[in-house]
Structure formats: structure tokens, C-alpha cells
């Protein structure tokens, strides 16, 4: 197993405490599933269906989301075959492109990408239990920081139990949707809509380059909603043979994830029509009523909880091993470096990233940090496809040939594929607010200097603790 610790120079000194391999297939499959599907597929679609305007092009839109997302699931399967070690996409960006860009990851994540998330993310399954129990709605933000607490505890306590707890909030949530799909593709509507006061048809779009716009332009939340396998890679060392475990879960997942995003909004177009769904603020609540009334609303609200509350568990146990291998390199606080010699887990890196998650809870400020650095997830995605041509280079080179490993199917080109389709989420979030892009850059900007510390501290502590030169 790699266990790479900054600092444990003495071949003599305790070897430091290393992961636990105790996860198989199943939960390494339920961690790429949990954390891809949060509440995007929930929202997003009525957005598709208003830049689009027509079901086939809603459809092929979610279709093109899906082969992005596969691809990039062999890409990553693939990069995490050749290094199955804790910190996933930091450990691929320092290894073929230096510390720098990978210590800008994980300060990216620290500061706001998981941590907001983690805070946006409560709200929202705070918001929906709240309405689900009939609370106050200014008792969401307690709930929001009780649900933070009560994960990052659960992760603390061992990888197993928060794992188990992800596992059985994504079969809860898959079970939903399954229910959900099922009505809808089976049953005849029994209950009408409200007549909506200000649904306007859509128009589709007229001629060929105004069709690809839209589609560009549809394409920004289909890929966002797709986004988050790339966290499981995170775990590989506490997986049971990850060199294969890994590849395997990351494939089965996105399948799973491609086939469900399919088959939801084939529902919603059935149920809503095209009209319908670009106009509605809450679709899987409308198409569960249209087919199981008010008992199906409630249903499906039980639904998002558990898959926000699934997904919050997930960000909560795979980002925190990003910043313990940050640590265990010498670039961030030496605490969060270790592991708990008894529950095996990153219990300071754990506290640590809870503990921002609710100051930008309580500030109020995660989803205005959140805007401006949403981009920058789809930065280091096309950043990460990229250290596969590196390190498919390196490993040929050290090793006299390619060896048997998990290979992503139609590398290089596939690979560029996915490459270019960051770049576009990227540009595309630039132009739709260039001031966020902006103030997002600035603060990964801000990340430099704060490495050129810890760089330097880590540098000093090396000479230091090597012994003198004798003449």
C-alpha cells in the first residue's frame, strides 16, 4: 500500500499509520453514483429543455452528457489503475505536471469547490427535509448544520460506516427515481397540473448553427449534472485491489448514471411534454404528481433528500483525503497529515474541512463562492484527462512497454474529446458571467503565494533534517 508521509525521514521512527483497504465493488460503485447525482438531475433539466426548445434535442443533449461522461470515466478508471493511491486527482496533477497545480486542486477544494458544495448542498437537503416534515423554513439552516456534523462524525468513525451510510442513501434514492421512471413510462396520467399562468411554447431553434448554439449552451448544465466520478478516485487506497476495484466502479457507475439521467427525463417529456418541463421549477415533484398524486410529491421529496444527503456524505469522505495527501507531501497544516490508528481515517482533515464548510454556512457566503469558482471544477477535470498522456509516456518509458493496465478505449482521441468538452464548460461559464470567472481566478490566484510557503517550509524541514556533511 502507498503511504507517502512527509517528514518520516528515520528508517528507524513508527511507520506512519497507512488506509485501510475494507471497500469492494459495490461500494465503490455506490461512492461514483452518489457522488454524481446530488440534486442537478432534479433541476437542471427544465434549463435544458428551455435553451433547446425541442424533446429530441433535450434527449440528445443529455445523450452527448452521458458519452462526455463515459469517457471521462475510462480516463479516469485508467489514471486510477496506473496510480491506485489516496488523493486521486491531486496525486495525478503532481505527478505529471509538478505541486504547484496540484496544491491549487486541493486549495481550490479546500477553500470553496467541496467545502461550499458541502454547504450548498446541506441547504438544500435541509430546505427539502424541512418542507418534508412540515418545520419552519427558517429551521433549514439548523438542520443544514446538524446534517454536516452528523456525516463528518459518521467519516470519522471509519471509512466502512460512511461509506455504508452513502451506500444505503444511494440505493434509497435510486429506488426513487426507479419509481419515478417506471410510473411514468408505465402508468397512464391519473392527476392534472395546475394550469401553469405563464407557459409559453417554446421555439425551437431556426437553422442549423442556431441548433448548435443551443446545444452549446444546453450542454454547461448537462455536463455540471454529470460531474463528480472524478471524486472516487480519491479512496483508492481503501479499496480491495484498486488497481482493478477502481477501473470497475468508475465504468459501472457512470452506466448506471448515463442510463438513469436517460431515462428521467424521458419521464419528465412524457409526463410535462417538452412546454411543460422547460417550464416547471420542481419536474420530478410535477411528474410524480401526474401519475401518483400528491402520495407521489411526497415520495419523490423523500427522494431528494436522500440523494442530497447521500451526495453530502460522499463530498464529505473522499475530499478530505485530498487534503490528508496534500498534508502527507509537506504542503498544508502536518495535522491533517495523519491517520487515526484505529478507525484508519483522516480525522483532522475531516474536523478541518467540516469546520469551513459551516463558517461558510453560517457567513452565508458558499454560493456566492460556489458561482465563482464553478468553473475551475472543469478546469482541473480537462487538467486531469491531460496527465494521462504524461503519464502513459513516463510509465512506458520506466517500465520498457505498455503493461496490462486498465486502458481508456480510443486514447488519444477520446481523450481530447473530453478535454475539449472542459474547455468548453469552462469558456461557456466565462461568457455567461465573465465578473464570477474572474473573482474565481483571483482567488485560485490567491492559492500561489500560500503555496510558496508551505513549498519553502517543506524545503527548510528536508535540509533540516538531513544529517551534515562530513568532510
Known amino acids: 500500500m502507498y503511504t507517502h508521509h512527509f517528514g518520516a525521514m528515520d528508517i528507524h521512527a513508527p511507520q506512519p499509520v497507512g488506509y485501510a483497504a475494507r471497500l469492494g465493488l459495490f461500494s465503490g460503485t455506490m461512492l461514483v453514483v452518489g457522488g454524481i447525482i446530488g440534486s442537478g438531475i432534479f433541476l437542471s433539466p427544465s434549463v435544458v429543455a428551455q435553451r433547446v426548445g425541442t424533446a429530441p434535442l433535450t434527449l440528445a443533449a443529455w445523450g452527448i452528457g452521458a458519452v462526455v461522461a463515459i469517457i471521462g470515466g475510462f480516463v479516469y478508471a485508467e489514471l486510477g489503475a496506473r496510480r491506485p493511491q489516496a488523493g486521486g486527482t491531486y496525486v495525478y496533477l503532481r505527478e505529471a505536471f509538478g505541486t504547484l497545480p496540484a496544491f491549487l486542486y486541493g486549495w481550490a477544494l479546500f477553500l470553496i469547490m467541496a467545502t461550499g458544495a458541502i454547504a450548498a448542498v446541506a ?17 433549514a439552516r439548523a438542520i443544514a448544520i446538524t446534517l454536516i456534523v452528523i456525516l463528518t462524525l459518521l467519516n470519522v468513525l471509519g471509512v466502512n460506516i460512511g461509506a455504508t451510510t452513502g451506500n444505503v442513501l444511494t440505493v434509497l434514492k435510486l429506488s426513487a427515481i426507479a419509481i419515478l ?16 399562468t405563464a407557459v409559453t411554447p417554446l421555439v425551437p431553434p431556426p437553422g442549423g448553427t442556431a441548433t448548435v448554439v443551443a446545444m452549446g449552451a444546453a450542454l454547461v448544465p448537462v455536463l455540471f449534472s454529470f460531474g463528480g466520478w472524478q471524486q472516487t478516485n480519491a479512496v483508492a487506497e481503501e479499496l480491495r485491489d484498486p488497481a482493478r476495484t477502481l477501473p470497475r466502479a468508475l465504468i459501472l457507475g457512470v452506466l448506471i448514471v448515463a442510463a438513469t439521467y436517460l431515462l428521467v427525463n424521458l419521464a419528465y417529456l412524457r409526463a410535462l411534454g417538452v412546454d411543460g418541463l422547460a417550464a416547471s421549477s420542481a419536474p420530478a415533484a410535477d411528474t410524480m404528481f ?3 398524486g400528491p402520495a407521489g410529491r411526497t415520495l419523490i421529496t423523500c427522494g431528494i433528500v436522500a440523494s442530497t444527503i447521500g451526495f453530502l456524505g460522499m463530498v464529505i469522505l473522499m475530499s478530505a483525503r485530498v487534503y490528508q495527501a496534500m498534508a502527507a507531501d509537506g504542503l498544508f497544516f502536518q495535522s491533517m497529515a495523519a491517520l487515526h490508528p484505529t478507525t484508519r481515517t483522516p480525522v483532522v482533515a475531516l474536523v478541518a474541512q467540516g469546520a469551513v ?31 494521462l498522456f504524461v503519464l502513459r509516456a513516463r510509465d512506458a518509458q520506466r517500465h520498457g512497454g505498455e503493461s496490462s493496465l486498465t486502458k481508456a478505449p480510443g486514447h488519444p482521441f477520446t481523450t481530447l474529446i473530453f478535454i475539449a468538452a472542459a474547455m468548453y464548460v469552462v469558456v461557456g461559464s466565462i461568457i455567461s458571467n465573465p465578473g464570477n470567472a474572474a473573482r474565481g481566478a483571483a ?21 533540516a533534517s538531513r544529517p551534515p556533511a562530513t568532510s
Open 181 to 196: 421512471v417506471v410510473a411514468a413510462l408505465i402508468m397512464a396520467p391519473a392527476h392534472a397540473l395546475p394550469a401553469a
Open 290 to 292: 401526474v401519475y401518483l
Open 357 to 387: 464548510a459551516l463558517a461558510l454556512l453560517l457567513t452565508g457566503t458558499y454560493g456566492q463562492l460556489l458561482d465563482y469558482v464553478v468553473f475551475a471544477d472543469w478546469i482541473f477535470f480537462g487538467a486531469t484527462a491531460a496527465t
Open 443 to 463: 482567488l485560485l490566484v490567491l492559492g500561489v503565494p500560500v503555496y510558496l510557503y508551505w513549498n519553502a517550509r517543506r524545503t527548510a524541514l528536508r535540509n
Open 123 to 139: 441547504m438544500t437537503g435541509a430546505s427539502y427535509l424541512a418542507t418534508l416534515l412540515g418545520m419552519a423554513p427558517e429551521s
